[in-house]
């Protein structure tokens, strides 16, 4: 598949269109924002890693019988995905409190929760990513209140397999955000990446954090977390 033009540049990623105007091919960077944009640096390899854990978690759930638009991965940084309209919604699931749930209402991070919660933001830069709730979703007319529900019931069943998934690995998924797209013939698929850029991940045994907050909250070996993810995810393949 041949990358022709550059259609989107963003912090961490380049999204190209190819000779088939049904796949894009999206190239990972080594490049680490805060979810500002405030702060910004390199650590070396994160593209790679990102890449190659966010296609293996496609395919685990791809397995589990889960539709999500990743096709290939072309290399080490890239990799092939099916061309879907993105719904601006961004969903955040949470099993564990952390981050921005810990700070809204007040209470620490690292309490279980006895079902998994969720939350939505309307995509929009200039706004900053306002939260926003299924009614006023429907009002703003950005997706009907069925498609919204389908959302949410396959939001809640990723979350299931993905959160055994690393279990099994020592992991805590204790939240992780995720993008839908609707493809040509309006099925609702998985889009974006789940990798640990996306995800908050912490080892069970220990409580190290896996994934970006280590970049975020200027802690000590910002980028162990991403080797050891993909030590643990792919062994050493
Ligand atoms: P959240 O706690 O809502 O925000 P913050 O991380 O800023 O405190 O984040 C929940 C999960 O979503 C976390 O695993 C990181 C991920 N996330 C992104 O991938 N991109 C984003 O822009 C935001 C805000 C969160």
New binding site residues.
């Given amino acids: 598949m041949e990358k022709r033009d550059l259609l989107y540049d963003g912090t961490a990623k380049r999204i190209y269109t190819t000779d088939d105007e049904h796949v894009l091919l999206v190239s990972y960077k080594d490049i680490a924002t805060d979810?500002f944009g405030l702060k910004m640096s390199t650590i070396p390899g994160k593209g790679a890693i990102c890449n190659r854990v966010s296609n293996h978690l496609m395919t685990v759930l791809e397995n589990a019988g889960i539709a999500t638009h990743f096709l290939s991965e072309s290399s080490e940084t890239d990799c092939l995905v099916r061309r879907v309209k993105i719904i601006p919604l961004?969903v955040?699931v949470?099993n564990i409190s952390?981050?921005?749930?810990a700070?809204r209402y007040g209470v620490e991070e690292g309490i279980v929760f006895d079902e998994p919660t969720i939350?939505f933001?309307l995509k929009n830069d200039m706004l900053g990513?306002p939260l926003i709730n299924t009614y006023h979703a429907v009002a703003l007319k950005i997706e009907s209140r069925e498609r919204i529900e389908e959302m949410k019931a396959l939001a809640f069943r990723i979350n299931e397999i993905l959160k055994a998934y690393f279990q099994s690995v020592r992991i805590h998924l204790?939240?992780?955000?995720m993008e839908f797209g609707l493809t040509e013939d309006g099925t609702l698929v998985l889009a974006d990446e789940i990798s640990p850029?996306?995800?908050?991940l912490w080892d069970i045994d220990t409580h190290f954090r896996l994934?970006?907050d280590r970049f975020r909250l200027d802690m000590e070996q910002m980028d162990a977390g991403y080797h050891e993810i993909l030590r643990r995810l792919l062994g050493n393949a």
């Avoid at 952390?98 to 749930?101: L, M, N, P, R, S």
């Avoid at 204790?174 to 955000?177: G, K, L, P, T």
């Fill in positions: 979810f961004a955040i949470r952390a981050g921005a749930f700070k939350e933001y990513d204790v939240d992780f955000r850029d996306t995800c908050r994934d970006k």
